[in-house]
């Protein structure tokens, strides 16, 4: 058995059942082996859980660089709009993000020093990204802080992917959008 077979079943686990609701013992019958044999790999859940959430965080570091490096070229209002929604498009569709963002959001108590931390590097990837961005350009505040509006921006969005059915998000996304890009213009 991989330890990527291994690691795309917790992942599924942690995503429908949470990080209490997770049982070492179902990850293993899923994947076709025993406990013993799972425990070769990963001594223990916390193990597996910080092993899933370290690559998560680079596979969505590499995710930022990538965007960024393709898109170079636009527009920014396009290309900053177009990685909103690039970002709900990955929530909801690659089990790597939901489990990214939800474990953000809700932390399991053992594990909350070390989220807090891997996502703070996460977080640097792309407030470094996006203030590059910024700083090509003139706005009404700094780039510094249009980062920091647009950061907050994301993540108020994602917490509507958690709470607010597909259909309305579009609405709020397009809503907030608007508000935010016309507040940071020249005047």
């Known amino acids: 058995m991989s330890k990527e077979k291994i690691k795309k079943i917790a992942i599924k686990h942690f995503n429908q059942y949470g990080y209490e609701g997770t049982k070492m013992a179902q990850i293993a019958e899923d994947a076709g082996m025993r406990k013993q044999s799972l425990s070769y790999h990963y001594s223990t859940k916390k193990d597996l859980f910080f092993e899933l959430y370290k ?76 203030n590059a961005c910024f700083a090509k350009h003139t706005f009404r505040r700094s780039s510094e802080e249009c980062t920091i509006a647009f950061v907050t921006l994301l993540d108020g969005l994602d917490i509507q992917l958690v709470y607010v059915p597909n259909h309305m998000y579009e609405k709020v996304q397009q809503i907030t959008w608007d508000i935010f890009w016309n507040g940071i213009q020249m005047k």
Do not use: D
């Open 55 to 130: 690559e998560v965080i680079e596979e969505e570091q590499a995710f930022i660089n990538h965007y960024f490096e393709v898109h170079v070229e636009e527009l920014l209002e396009v290309q900053l709009y177009n990685l909103l929604t690039e970002h709900k498009n990955r929530f909801l569709t690659n089990p790597n993000v939901t489990f990214l963002y939800m474990f953000s959001f809700f932390s399991p108590l053992e594990a909350y020093e070390f989220i807090s931390s891997q996502y703070g590097i996460y977080l640097g990837t792309l407030k470094e990204a996006i």
